[in-house]
């Protein structure tokens, strides 16, 4: 089962923050936080991970609040077509596994 | 550079037919490799995956097999389909050696009539 908890669905006004959260209070110390974002009919995108520290990258950021037990999805300036299923999944260093849950659908609204 | 194959991008089979498919990758060796069925507007299932040749670990006990025949190439197999194994199947990637990040392919769409 997946050890993460996310809404089913979000909208944001293009050219505003979308900020998308995630649930994982059963998280270990070793396990790191993946985003995944699938657009449809294509296969799921990484966009970015994390341990416990905050993360940026050219695509988005990555919140963790200090106890590890949620974290948050931060897409800058939402465009059209950033419209897609945001998944967030938990995996331990050194497992083979990446369980994903059903994610949050993601509407980016002109 | 890493790149993931799938083939065919789109398959309708009748049910009791058999099936399979292919994933193909290209980057390091020894990769780690796995199956997941997304059914109509529902999340990723994992099937299966593969941490070298011949080693294959099952995670949904169903009608549907995987092998490893080369270090970067994985198969899908059915002897017999079902209706309810259309879905859209997509193959991933974790290149060992450059950080534990999954990559996906971009997926065969599978009806089963």
């Known amino acids: 089962d997946a050890k993460t908890t996310q809404p089913t669905s979000m909208d944001c006004a293009e050219g505003r923050a979308a900020n998308l959260p995630c649930n994982h209070s059963t998280i270990s110390g070793n396990e790191y936080v993946y985003w995944y974002r699938q657009i449809h009919s294509q296969g799921p995108q990484y966009i970015i991970h994390g341990l416990k520290n905050n993360e940026t990258n050219e695509m988005a950021s990555l919140i963790i609040t200090e106890d590890r037990k949620s974290s948050t999805l931060i897409l800058p300036h939402a465009t059209l077509r950033d419209t897609a299923v945001y998944y967030c999944?938990?995996?331990?260093?050194?497992?083979?596994?990446?369980?994903f849950g059903t994610g949050t659908r993601l509407k980016v609204l002109a | 550079s890493q790149t993931i194959h799938q083939w065919p991008a789109t398959l309708v089979q009748p049910v009791g037919s058999p099936l399979s498919l292919e994933c193909t990758v290209e980057?390091?060796?020894?990769?780690?490799l796995y199956w997941y069925r997304q059914a109509a507007g529902r999340g990723l299932q994992l099937l299966f995956y593969?941490?070298?040749?011949?080693?294959i670990s099952s995670e949904v006990p169903q009608n549907l097999s995987a092998s490893r025949p080369q270090d970067r190439q994985f198969i899908l197999s059915s002897k017999k389909l079902l209706l309810s194994d259309s879905g859209f199947y997509l193959c991933a990637c974790v290149w060992t050696g450059i950080g534990d990040t999954q990559y996906f392919g971009p997926g065969t769409r599978l009806t089963v009539l």
């Open positions: 980057g390091t060796s020894n990769p780690n």
């Open positions: 593969s941490v070298g040749i011949g080693q």
């Open positions: 999944i938990v995996r331990a260093t050194g497992t083979y596994k990446y369980i």
